[in-house]
Each structure stands twice: as C-alpha cells, then as structure tokens.
C-alpha cells in the first residue's frame, strides 16, 4: 500500500512538471487558424462622415460583428466615384488612429483607401491596469486577423469595389500582422494579390522583447518565450509559408526597434515574388524629424503598388 501510494504521489508531481512542456508543445504544434477568430462576413455598417480635402470623401465606418465585436476603419474614396471600380487597399499602420493613417497618404488617386482601427488601446495607465486588462487585450490581438478580414469582406461587396484588385499595407505594427491577415483571407475566400511587409521582424518574441519601452532590460529577456507561446496564432513565420502573391518588404538599416536578426528572419520567410527596399537611417514613425523618411517609404510603396498593376495610378 504504501508503495503504491508513492508511485502515485510520483505519477502526479511528474505530471504536474511536464504540463508546462506539454502544453507548450501542444501551443507550437497546432495549426494557428484554430485559435483566431474566423472573420465574419455580411456585416452592417454605421458611417460618420469625417473631413476630406477636395476631391475625395472619407468616413468612419463600424462594422458590428457578433463575435468579433466592433470592428472600426476609415475609408477614403474618390469623390466622384468614377464608372470603374475601384482597387482596394486596406492599411494596417502603427497604433494611431486610422484617420492619422490616412492623412500621410496624398492623394490616393481612383482607388478605395481603407486604414484599420486597432481594437487595443495605444497606452495603459500603468501595471495595474495592464494586469487587470491583460486577459480583454489578449482576446482582441488575436481577433485582429478576423477583424481586418471582416472589412475586406465588406469593401469587396460594395458596388464600387475591385473585388480582383486587394492590396493589404502593413507598416511596423501592421507588419507583424499582415501575414496572419493574409493567411486567414485565403482560407476565407478572399486572394490578396499584393502586399508591403515594411518595418517587421519574427519572432513576435523577440521583436517585442527587444522595444526600449519596457523596462528592465532583464524583464524583456525573461518575457521573450512567453510572448512566443501567447502570440504564437500570430507568429508571421508560420503564415507566410502558406501564402501568395507579390510582397514588397521595406527596412532600416538602423532599425533601433527591429533586432538585425528579426528583420532578416522575417525577410527571409516572405515568398517570392518579393522585391527587398532598405532605407538608412532607424524605425519608421511620424514624428517631425522622421517626415523625410515616412515621405521616401510612401513614394516606394506607391511605386511599386502601380509598377505592380495592384492600383490604379496616383501622383507623388
């Protein structure tokens, strides 16, 4: 009896030590559609007209998902519509506001301009507040992909869409998205012909782990695995095998936000066709002395969208 009682007293704190490794295990091998949210399709959208300079219109729109909650963009779209239809390019940008997006974009010309809305706040008050609402954003990360797709869906059953023509533009934090966007379009339906992967790196991890922002440097270290395995639906490595089209990827050759390593991973996951821009200088952003290069970064992405066939042509 009383070895028997060892043995399961053993059997039960060898189980208790292996869940960790099994579960990661189980994380790293299931296929990542099976924890995002699929997208949802025929939703009814709430418009508020925004202002627009000449020549085009834009509005906020809200698309109410039933499992995906709200899901928010802004639309710029020439003003009038011409008789063609029109291409369609959804923007995936950093945490500003979809409208910010859109305001560095002149003159999109005769095509249909969307810039996602990200569903997670650009900042928490402080750790209690990142704790208490940790569980709420996690939920809505990985409700991105379905999120963004929902609205390709939208765009493509508008009468004046291009439903052959889908561009999706993903810049720094849209680029680490933009591949699972992609993956769940295809399983969806929907083909996404042309794509800018611009400012990114893999693994999640180590992209997150390495921003000066989160402070002590040992923390990021110690919470680089960990970010691995929660974020792991999204990891761009495991989607880009499994996609197609033709890919621009934009980068700093000083990316002080970007690891050299995770820029180089991520390069090398994207599939040919890809043509490869390096800028000097460091990250992307909007700040004054960063305009010259966000001004260098928009002119290749209209560039190469037009040289492409993905839009129809706009001035520099």
């Not at 779209?77 to 291409?87: M, R, S, T």
């Not at 040919?272 to 992307?284: A, R």
Request: proline fraction near 10%; charge should be positive; glycine fraction near 10%.
């Amino acid at each position: 009896m009383r070895g028997r009682r060892v043995l399961i007293i053993a059997g039960i704190l060898a189980l208790l030590l292996s869940a960790p490794a099994l579960l990661w295990f189980w994380a790293c091998h299931r296929d990542p559609l099976a924890a995002l949210p699929p997208p949802e399709h025929g939703l009814q959208a709430d418009r508020q007209a925004l202002p627009a300079p000449d020549g085009r219109t834009v509005s906020r729109l809200t698309l109410h998902g039933k499992s995906l909650g709200d899901i928010v963009f802004t639309l710029s779209l020439p003003e009038p519509l011409p008789q063609a239809k029109l291409p369609l390019v959804l923007v995936l940008a950093g945490l500003a506001t979809a409208e910010n997006s859109l305001r560095y974009i002149q003159d999109p010309g005769d095509n249909a301009v969307a810039a996602y809305a990200w569903p997670v706040p650009s900042r928490l008050a402080g750790a209690a507040a990142a704790l208490r609402q940790g569980p709420q954003i996690y939920r809505r990360v990985l409700a991105v992909p379905g999120q963004a797709v929902s609205i390709l869906h939208w765009l493509r059953a508008q009468p004046w869409a291009d439903g052959g023509r889908v561009s999706l533009l993903g810049y720094s934090l849209g680029a680490l998205a933009a591949p699972a966007v992609l993956d769940v379009a295809g399983h969806d339906g929907i083909h996404v012909g042309w794509t800018i992967i611009a400012y990114g790196g893999a693994p999640l991890g180590a992209v997150l782990a390495a921003n000066p922002s989160l402070k002590p440097p040992w923390l990021r270290r110690a919470l680089a695995p960990l970010l691995d395995l929660a974020l792991h639906p999204l990891e761009p490595t495991l989607h880009l095998p499994r996609v197609s089209g033709k890919f621009l990827v934009l980068q700093g050759q000083d990316d002080g936000l970007i690891p050299g390593a995770a820029r180089d991973r991520l390069k090398a996951a994207v599939p040919d066709p890809k043509t490869i821009i390096t800028f000097e200088g460091t990250h992307m952003g909007v700040g004054p002395q960063k305009m010259a290069l966000l001004q260098e970064i928009i002119a290749a992405s209209k560039r190469w969208l037009m040289e492409n066939g993905a839009v129809n042509p706009v001035p520099f």
